[in-house]
């Protein structure tokens, strides 16, 4: 099926990506067809960028979504980990730093007071809006090294990228 999002291309058979908005500070998201569903990779910026990510893999084929892969723990790439209701998946050093964040700036209640403080009065394209029920998800499944996710149509292997943009990514 031919997603309707205009943001999103087919890069290979089974491999999407849906296109960033720098003015919104959305990064491009991966969006990879397995046999069991969907891996998302990265969660968007917001509830509601993941969301429309979600909803374009939902036009190409309805298959649940098994994995988030977060490349690393900037906030445009894990605020919206709560619209794919999937097991999220990151380096041990990205799992880390997330979950010290929800233990200080990102914690229940701080998170949006975090955005207003740090995001918002540098770029008017975001609000509040963007992010409603605000529910930050840590990755659940942490990994040192390599980690390969198999299915018969395709396997996707992550692995450390140090120090490419942030100590603590994978690609």
């Not at 960033?20 to 991966?30: D, M, N, Q």
């Not at 993941?50 to 994995?67: K, Q, S, T, Y």
């Not at 975001?126 to 990755?139: G, H, K």
């Amino acid at each position: 099926m031919r997603p309707s999002d205009e943001r999103v291309k087919q890069l290979a058979e089974r491999v999407w990506v849906y296109r960033h908005r720098w003015e919104r500070l959305e990064p491009a998201v991966g969006m990879v067809l397995t046999e069991g569903g969907w891996i998302a990779v990265d969660g968007g910026n917001s509830p509601r960028h993941g969301a429309a990510v979600r909803e374009a893999m939902r036009a190409i084929d309805p298959a649940p979504v098994r994995w988030v892969v977060n490349t690393h723990r900037h906030f445009d790439h894990v605020f919206g980990n709560q619209a794919f209701d999937a097991p999220v998946v990151a380096g041990a050093r990205c799992r880390r730093r997330f979950v010290a964040n929800l233990d200080d700036d990102w914690g229940p209640g701080r998170a949006l007071d975090w955005l207003k403080a740090t995001i918002f009065q540098y770029n008017d394209q975001l609000s509040e809006a963007d992010f409603p029920e605000l529910e930050l998800v840590p990755p659940s499944l942490a990994f040192e090294g390599a980690l390969t996710l198999h299915d018969p149509a395709i396997t996707v292997e992550v692995f450390p990228l140090d120090g490419v943009h942030r100590h603590d990514g994978i690609g």
